[in-house]
């Protein structure tokens, strides 16, 4: 079970993640601190709900299709268009493998869904005119990709991070607007579903993917949460008796 979201902003695209995993050893067994964010080809990352070695099988297959098509392709870059057909190719042919022929191997039509791993899939690419592209999509195991121009979310908390971010996203957000959002999208949903938790990580693809270390993700929420929690015990009881009103708030923008 899982947490992930990602933000596509003006300038690059942010995924962040929680680390808790559980997985089956005869009795349900849950681990933090599992990496979930897999970084591709230097400008592109991929984090994933499922089974844990469900998404790394997937993302080794993607990881050396793109490979691949980055040999064939000698020094120009891949598309859009051409990430977007590649990762489909690729995860068709994983469902064939893992879910309709082993079905037909053990004769057992309820294996046709055992392969079913969730990626979103973030980066930067040139568009077919030459453009840049930031890259933001989910990948569904049967082989369809969904573009995204704006969030996404996938895991079991995705729709307590969906009410979340439609809150806070506009369509010029810039990814040093999006870290703090996504970290408290994430952190805000560990509150709520049990069945995330652990620490929050933050991948970054600007020019080339970066993670954020440790200590720099606790310092953009100690300082976040230091405001949200004055506005929530001060402000907003204030406003909801009567005492703030829009014009007041309206002058802390200006």
């Known amino acids: 079970m899982t947490i992930v979201v990602g933000i596509r902003c003006v300038d690059g695209v942010v995924i962040a993640t929680d680390t808790q995993s559980e997985f089956d050893r005869g009795v ?22 499922g089974a844990v070695a469900h998404i790394v099988r997937a993302v080794e297959l993607i990881r050396l299709a793109m490979r691949q098509a980055q040999e064939e392709a000698s020094k120009d870059e891949l598309t859009d268009i051409i990430i977007t057909d590649i990762i489909e190719k690729t995860l068709t042919a994983a469902h064939k493998r893992y879910n309709l022929d ?72 810039t990814v040093d607007e ?16 049990p069945n995330c938790g652990g620490e929050t990580r933050v991948g970054v693809v600007k020019n080339e993917y970066q993670e954020l270390p440790p200590e720099v993700v606790q310092t953009i929420r100690t300082e976040l949460v230091s405001v949200l929690d004055y506005i929530d015990k001060n402000l907003i009881p204030q406003v909801l008796k009567g005492k703030i009103k829009k014009e007041d708030i309206s002058k802390l923008g200006d």
């Not at 890259?135 to 009410?163: C, K, M, N, R, W």
């Not at 999006?178 to 579903?193: F, T």
Request: one cysteine or more; aromatic letters at 10%; proline letters at 5%.
């Open 28 to 49: 349900s067994v849950k681990r933090l601190n599992v990496t979930k964010i897999h970084p591709l080809n230097g400008k592109f990352a991929v984090a994933g709900a």
């Open 102 to 173: 082993r079905a037909r191997e053990l004769e057992d039509g309820s294996e046709r869904d055992f392969f079913q791993p969730i990626l979103l899939c973030g980066g930067i690419c040139p568009c077919a005119d030459g453009k840049q592209n930031h890259y933001l999509s989910v990948l569904h195991s049967a082989g369809l990709v969904e573009p995204t121009q704006d969030y996404a979310t996938i895991g079991s908390g995705a729709a307590y991070a969906e009410y979340i971010l439609k809150n806070y996203y506009h369509d010029k957000i």
């Open 178 to 193: 999006a870290i703090p959002m996504a970290i408290y999208a994430i952190d805000e949903v560990k509150q709520i579903d």
